[in-house]
Every structure is written in C-alpha cells, then in structure tokens.
C-alpha cells in the first residue's frame, strides 16, 4: 500500500505537464510506475527509477511545449501577411472593367441584381455558384474579392425579396449560400498554407 501511495504521489506530481502530452506517453508513465511496483528493489531505488523516468517525460513534455509555441508564432505570421495582401488589395481598388466582367461571368443574364424578381432569385443564385464551381481553381485572391462584393449584393437583394420568396426556392438559396461560404472558406485555407510553405522557404 506504500508502494502505491507513492506512485500515486509521484504521478500527481506531473499533472500539471500531463495536459500537454498525447495520451502514449501517459501510457508509458503507467507501464513504467507499474514494472517499479514490480521490481525487486528498494523503496530508494524506485524512488531514484521513478525520478529518472519523470524527467525523461518532463523533457520531452517541455520539447511538445516548445514546438507548439513555435507553430502558434508561425501561424500568426502567416495570418498577418493575408491580412496585409489584403489591405494592399483594398487600397490599390478595383481593375478597371474588371467588376463589370466579373459581374456578366457570375451573373450572366441577372447581373442587373435591381431587376431580379423573387421568383428569379434562386436562379441567379444557381447561375452564380455554377461560374464560380467552373472557375474556383485558377482564381487568385483578387478574383474571391470580387465574387465575394457580388455575392454580397445577391445577398442584399435577397434580403429586399425575402418576404415574397417561395419556400422552395428559400431552401435552395439557403443551400447555395452555405455551399458559397464552404468554397471560399477553402480558398481561404490554400491561400494560407501558400503563405506557411513561403515562409518555411524562407
């Protein structure tokens, strides 16, 4: 009963750094405390076996701490550096005819948003995703932010009609929005992991 006493004493001691191991190595605290309370030593000698192996997960619990840290540091970086291609993207404005030609590719017949009847809608919304489903991978980060502009004034306009849209065709918008949002979070991802492997080229 000693024996476990102590070995419950010893784990708790490492609770603190137990949280930031995966669950392997809690694994091998406990087949290590186990094979102690096995062996035919001395109650120093488990002592001074137990230490020894309580450092070793402490190292290493250390060397999970420290590369997390590090991938926390480059994370951010990457996240600023979007944030300022962004912000250089706002300031240096649209391309001229560009909003218009990216408006007749994505809407097509129903680029005069002003026009489109509650009826219409749900199709000017299927028009949309289909161009965008058709162009997703060869778009740079320019070209989201003119999709997003306009699919920011379908949805205006959805807001205007949405008292008079059917039920039917309510479903499908909403459908078509969330499958929008799930594209350009994608996007968002491989423009971040562009900017990470730049940075680890670096």
């Not at 951010?76 to 990216?102: N, Y």
């Not at 007749?104 to 009847?117: A, F, K, N, T």
């Not at 999709?147 to 065709?169: F, M, P, S, T, V």
């Amino acid at each position: 009963m000693a024996l476990f006493a102590y070995v419950g004493y010893m784990t708790n001691s490492t609770m603190k750094r137990a949280s930031l191991l995966p669950l392997g190595f809690l694994t091998l605290l406990a087949g290590v405390m186990l094979s102690i309370a096995s062996c035919n030593t001395t109650p120093n000698e488990r002592k001074e076996i137990a230490n020894r192996e309580i450092d070793k997960l402490d190292e290493r619990a250390d060397q999970l701490a420290n590369k997390t840290k590090e991938e926390a540091k480059e994370a951010r970086a990457a996240l600023a550096r979007r944030k300022d291609e962004e912000r250089i993207r706002r300031a240096r404005g649209p391309v001229k005819g560009k909003q218009q030609q990216m408006e007749q590719e994505l809407l097509g017949d129903y680029r005069y948003l002003s026009q489109v009847s509650a009826d219409s809608l749900k199709d000017a919304y299927t028009h949309f995703l289909q161009q965008v489903r058709a162009r997703k991978d060869v778009w740079t980060m320019e070209d989201w932010d003119y999709a997003n502009g306009i699919y920011q004034r379908l949805n205006e306009r959805e807001k205007i009609l949405h008292g008079d849209i059917i039920l039917r065709h309510a479903t499908k918008i909403r459908a078509l929005q969330a499958e929008y949002l799930a594209l350009e979070n994608r996007a968002d991802l491989k423009d971040y992991q562009r900017i990470k492997k730049e940075q680890e080229g670096q």
